[in-house]
């Protein structure tokens, strides 16, 4: 990976000084009334270039700066939301406690269920003699 930057970093040097070689005619740029600058073309805009890099490394950092305060405010939140799951939870706890515990106390079913029939059987066990 530092090759490639490397030579991306070469590549855009060089084609710098051959821009800057080849655009030496002077230029004047107006920028208010009364207020004009005389340079060669490619001074003018690697100047322009060096400023727009640096707004957009301004924007970049005001922009990274918003974002770790947004962090920190979700943060905020799920700490919040956190403790309230864990209240939640001792809440069912509790009440999965309570319900167990009425359960306990309710009378047992009287052994009369589906399977078992209150009238003896009439099935007689036949031995072989």
Same mark, same amino acid.
Do not use: C, I, K
């Given at each position: 990976m530092r090759q490639v930057n490397f030579t991306l970093i070469f590549a855009f040097g060089l084609a710098m000084?051959?821009?800057t070689l080849e655009n030496?005619?002077?230029t004047?740029?107006?920028l208010?009334?009364?207020?004009? !600058?005389t340079l060669p073309l490619a001074a003018l805009l690697l100047v322009f270039a060096g400023i727009g890099a640096v707004s957009a490394w301004f924007f970049a950092a005001w922009s990274g700066m918003l974002?770790?305060?947004e962090q920190f405010s979700r943060e905020g939140e799920l700490e919040a939301?956190?403790?309230?799951i864990k209240d939640l939870e001792s809440d069912l706890n509790r !009440?999965?406690?309570?319900?167990?515990t009425q359960l306990g106390l309710l009378p047992a079913a009287g052994g009369t269920g589906p399977d078992q029939s209150a009238e003896?059987?009439?099935?007689v066990d036949v031995q072989a003699s």
């Open positions: 000084v051959f821009f030496t005619a002077a004047t740029v107006h208010l009334p009364g207020l004009q !600058y974002n770790n305060v939301q956190q403790v309230r !009440y999965r406690a309570t319900v167990e003896p059987s009439d099935h």
